[in-house]
């Protein structure tokens, strides 16, 4: 079984600041692909970043340059900093982490990943 803690999220203004932190604990393997993805009401679930055993990161257009993903191998925990905030990041945020031992971050890694619970991040303009 796989345990998720997620915080960080909340409220911002537009052009403020977040950072969101997911601690890993549980039955699985750190060599493995991690990441945020995140879902607005009514829309479909959307990769914002992943980032790789190895520390390689992706990010989706949108929050190029603005979010930061990070992860710290030995306490299995994961962040995104999110700068210049919009109201179009606006969503419930979850954390993800892969289930098969990789050393890198596979196309449609997130088919088979363990998920957090979310944490819900809203910006006003």
């Known amino acids: 079984q796989v345990q998720f803690e997620e915080s960080g999220g909340g409220s911002a203004q537009a052009g403020g600041s977040l950072r969101l932190s997911c601690a890993v604990s549980?039955?699985?393997?750190?060599?493995?692909?991690m990441g945020w993805f995140r879902q607005a009401t009514g829309k479909e679930r959307e990769k914002v970043a992943s980032?790789?055993?190895?520390?390689?990161?992706t990010y989706t257009d949108s929050v190029k340059g603005r979010f930061t993903i990070s992860r710290h191998n030995s306490n299995n925990t994961l962040w995104l900093q999110m700068s210049e905030l919009s109201p179009e990041d606006t969503g419930m945020y979850y954390c993800?982490?892969?289930?098969?031992?990789?050393?890198?971050?596979?196309?449609?890694?997130?088919?088979?990943?363990?998920w957090g619970q979310g944490t819900q991040v809203t910006v006003s303009s």
């Open positions: 980032i790789d055993f190895s520390g390689r990161a």
């Open positions: 993800a982490t892969g289930r098969r031992i990789d050393h890198y971050c596979r196309a449609r890694w997130e088919d088979s990943a363990y």
């Open positions: 549980g039955s699985f393997s750190a060599v493995t692909c």
